[in-house]
């Protein structure tokens, strides 16, 4: 063999042990790659755990002002921003009105324990807030008046902004221009353009060289009043400048008192009130006595009882809220399902096979128990296809809309029993193919309905939807606050509630003005003694109300006009109980 025909050889076999190499590491990268494959196929996530490291990202705040008193005043932006919330940092039982707006199960998170100075409780609130937004992710800080003035939301965002926190900013009414707005002094007027606001809460300010011919704002000064007033007149200040202080501002508890420098500090003494106030200095005060809007509301400041089931007060206590009004509802009645259901299964089954002609609704109540009755058996409005619906009143009538029926009877006069009677048709053997009305209420319901429907020929299927159970007797302090006139007046909204009430409670005091709903109530409240000051002229909650306000208006009318100074009810005792 020759040299070259060797290196041929050699060439080949290398070549050949090449290819072999290359066919064997093809094949063991298929059979690593196809096992690899598998592996993921069969634990995805264990393999995508293994190789990156999960981390929960920060949570974002959003700092809301609410005002300075009055839950009214939360914007609309705050209350979008409430719906969404996690988790929501509230500085005491002050904001919880505002937890309302939340969905169920966000968490609170209580900001209101911490003691010392004001930087101490900043600083605490801020990591407070921090490790909140750490763990929740959208945060909801609510804060008193609005977070950039005069409030801790600055500080708080300085905090969040270092541990790389997002936040969000909703401006909220300010106590420095809420408060005197509520208590009837514009803070600008022509020729009165320059306003200061001043904070004494911590900050030692030298009072001295503040200009006289302003405007001043005075926040956390009553304390140091005596001092206050002394530094301002030493400063220029006239003594005979007009001065308002002004506690619980833009509530119903909001009292206003107005004096001079030189008297505000015996003025306030002699008024004996006391709490945290927003003081006006500047000769704007005077606009007050044709300015006040608030605190000469009809009912301001009056301490109303409503006896109410527990579920219905609301829409009432809100309108007499409207009114300057501070209502407590005590609960004297629950609406409970009746004991022997069967009465009201074998109504429905009849409504459905064509048994009644009429179904009567008398109250709201009775409406939502047939309601639930259908929605036990599957059934709809659809069920009352072909019958007439006659409701006695508007309020029933709207409760029966919102099932999207249209009432075929409502009383054109007295919205009562006896006013759905004299609109009743008579029973005709002609035009009417039934005689029978399917009335459901309450078990202890007065017969009026029922009687003059069998007058006119109806027969009457008399079925308890629902039974009225008197509540348990509420708080001692309650108790004693009705029997010693310390309520301005009670609202009665059905005669069920002022049974109740004297049973639960005893006699309201001779002093306490008495409102009732309607005939039916007013007669009952008689019958217990009590002298009726004011009732609805149609029976509906917020007639109630305006009618008490009505009179609450005709009565602070005939003090001015006698020159006498305005009082509560409660500040005037006749010494005898009323008498029917």
């Not at 009004?325 to 022997?340: H, K, L």
């Not at 109540?365 to 599957?378: S, T, W």
């Not at 809309?401 to 075929?408: T, V, Y």
């Not at 409102?515 to 039916?520: F, K, N, Q, S, Y």
Request: hydrophobic share 40%.
């Amino acid at each position: 063999m020759t040299p070259a025909q060797g290196t041929t050889a050699q060439n080949t076999a290398q070549k050949t042990a090449q290819k072999t190499s290359r066919k064997t590491t093809r094949a063991k990268a298929d059979v690593s790659a196809k096992t690899a494959a598998t592996a993921a196929s069969r634990t995805p996530q264990t393999a995508a755990t293994s190789t990156v490291k999960q981390t929960r990202p920060l949570g974002h705040v959003t700092f809301v002002g609410v005002g300075p008193g009055d839950p009214a005043l939360l914007t609309l932006a705050g209350r979008d921003v409430l719906a969404s919330a996690d988790a929501v940092v509230v500085e005491g039982p002050e904001h919880d009105a505002f937890l309302t707006y939340c969905r169920p199960g966000v968490e609170v998170v209580d900001g209101s324990g911490t003691e010392g100075s004001r930087a101490l409780k900043v600083a605490a609130r801020a990591r407070l807030v921090v490790k909140t937004a750490k763990s929740a992710a959208n945060v909801v800080r609510l804060l008193t008046g609005d977070p950039f003035t005069f409030s801790s939301g600055a500080e708080e965002a300085v905090a969040c902004k270092k541990a790389g926190i997002g936040f969000n900013v909703v401006p909220g009414v300010s106590e420095v221009s809420a408060v005197p707005t509520y208590a009837g002094i514009p803070l600008t007027m022509k020729g009165d353009r320059e306003v200061t606001v001043v904070d004494l809460a911590e900050n030692k300010l030298d009072l001295t060289r503040l200009q006289p011919k302003q405007t001043l704002v005075l926040l956390n000064a009553v304390e140091a009043l005596k001092d206050t007033v002394a530094a301002l007149v030493e400063g220029g200040f006239e003594a005979s400048t007009p001065v308002a202080v002004t506690v619980g501002g833009t509530t119903t508890a909001q009292t206003s008192v107005v004096g001079t420098l030189e008297t505000i500090v015996m003025d306030l003494r002699a008024s004996k009130v006391i709490g945290e106030a927003v003081i006006v200095v500047g000769a704007v005060v005077e606009q007050r006595e044709s300015l006040s809007w608030f605190e000469t509301k009809p009912l301001f400041g009056w301490r109303i009882l409503v006896p109410r089931t527990k579920d219905q007060a609301g829409p009432l206590m809100d309108r007499l809220r409207r009114y300057g009004a501070m209502p407590e509802e005590v609960p004297t009645i629950s609406v409970e399902p009746p004991r022997n259901p069967q009465q009201m299964d074998k109504a429905i089954r009849g409504l459905v096979e064509g048994r009644y002609e009429w179904v009567a609704f008398t109250s709201v109540n009775a409406v939502k128990a047939v309601r639930e009755k259908f929605d036990e058996y599957g059934l709809d409005a659809r069920a009352f296809s072909g019958l007439k619906i006659a409701a006695v009143g508007d309020k029933t009538a709207e409760a029966i809309a919102a099932w999207g029926i249209r009432p075929d009877l409502v009383p054109s006069g007295e919205q009562s029993a006896a006013g759905l009677v004299e609109d009743w048709p008579p029973f005709d053997e002609v035009l009417d193919p039934i005689n029978r009305v399917f009335l459901p209420r309450a078990d202890i319901a007065t017969e009026t309905l029922v009687a003059g429907l069998t007058d006119l020929g109806w027969e009457v299927d008399d079925v308890t939807a629902y039974r009225t159970v008197r509540a348990a007797p509420p708080p001692a302090p309650t108790r004693e606050a009705i029997k010693s006139g310390k309520f301005d007046a009670v609202v009665f909204t059905s005669s069920s509630t002022v049974r109740n009430l004297v049973g639960i409670a005893g006699k309201p005091h001779a002093s306490t003005v008495i409102a009732v709903i309607g005939p039916a109530t007013l007669k009952t409240a008689e019958e217990h003694g009590l002298r009726v000051d004011a009732m609805a002229e149609t029976p509906s909650v917020e007639e109630l109300a305006d009618a008490l306000a009505r009179f609450g208006a005709d009565r602070r009318d005939t003090m001015v006009e006698a020159g006498e100074p305005v009082t509560r009810p409660s500040e005037r005792r006749s010494g005898s109980r009323r008498k029917s």
